[in-house]
């Protein structure tokens, strides 16, 4: 017989009630960046993270490039020009205000990133002479060397940066906590959200967090269609956590969604082995 045990207390039955500020639901790289800007402005700020947050989420694995830093030194496009030319691929079925403010901001938030910790240009003179780097300024860029709007990163150390910085701001983080659903109150015949249930997915505690802002950045649905009984449409571009339940909980408490018309040729894999998540809009809209 076995002699191995569950390594959590079990707290079944157990309530734990906690109020913020603003409360963050996802631990992603959205979500730490919310968090982040939210206690900067002296915020009380929860993050409630159904992963570890220090290398949870699509960035947790770490990524080679990040798109749309137009306002980098070494740009040759601006952020209206790169942002109309989102726009016009995705055949205007887009939002084009969200794509100009990634643009606008995207360089901005990679000279936080720096700031916390990650590293966003070649330091250490690793590829210094080759095409795709600026010797002036050790940035590095993928696609298109001549315009020079996405950079290549060391994305494996960004989410450790960005956890350490919540922690230096003081940002409450509650890991292997999954986020069940909204709370919400009628406020002049609407609701309104005042918070999150949630549950410690290893003890088993019930959480109730209340806030007076309360976002929501818990990606998108991107793996759970079918595309027959055989078949299951599996978007192999995105990790297996974007399973939708942001969305649900949303659509449950009555928030109201737009452009979940969008196109989603752009969500097949690179070599086109898997199928799009149909219906289920995108995280640059919703």
């Not at 992603?28 to 206690?39: E, H, M, N, T």
């Not at 983080?173 to 609407?190: C, F, M, P």
């Not at 918070?195 to 209340?210: P, Q, S, Y």
């Not at 690179?270 to 219906?279: K, T």
């Amino acid at each position: 017989m076995s002699t191995y045990q569950w390594p959590y207390q079990n707290e079944i039955g157990q309530e734990e009630e906690v109020s913020c500020d603003v409360l963050v639901l996802g631990g992603g790289l959205a979500g730490c960046y919310a968090a982040i800007a939210a206690a900067r402005k002296g915020k009380k700020v929860v993050v409630v993270e159904k992963g570890a947050t220090e290398r949870s989420g699509a960035a947790g694995s770490g990524f080679d490039h990040w798109e749309s830093a137009c306002t980098n030194p070494c740009s040759r496009v601006t952020a209206k020009e790169i942002a109309e030319a989102y726009v016009e691929e995705q055949d205007y079925y887009s939002n084009g205000i969200a794509h100009y403010i990634e643009c606008r901001e995207g360089y901005d938030r990679l000279l936080d990133m720096e700031a916390f910790g990650g590293k966003i240009r070649d330091t250490e003179d690793e590829f210094r002479g080759a095409e795709f780097r600026d010797d002036e300024t050790g940035l590095m860029f993928a696609y298109d060397y001549k315009n020079r709007f996405t950079l290549r990163v060391w994305g494996s150390t960004f989410k450790p940066a960005l956890y350490k910085e919540l922690k230096k701001l003081g940002v409450r983080i509650y890991d292997r906590t999954e986020a069940t659903a909204l709370l919400t109150k009628q406020v002049n015949g609407k609701p309104r959200g005042i918070g999150a249930l949630g549950m410690n997915v290893r003890t088993g505690k019930f959480m109730i967090f209340r806030a007076k802002a309360t976002i929501l950045t818990m990606s998108r649905p991107a793996r759970i269609w079918l595309f027959n009984p055989d078949l299951v449409g599996l978007c192999e571009f995105r990790p297996t956590q974007s399973i939708g339940s942001g969305h649900a909980m949303g659509y449950r408490a009555g928030i109201e969604f737009t452009m979940m018309e969008k196109s989603v040729k752009g969500e097949f894999s690179a070599a086109g082995r898997s199928f799009p998540p149909y219906g289920t809009g995108n995280n640059h809209n919703t």
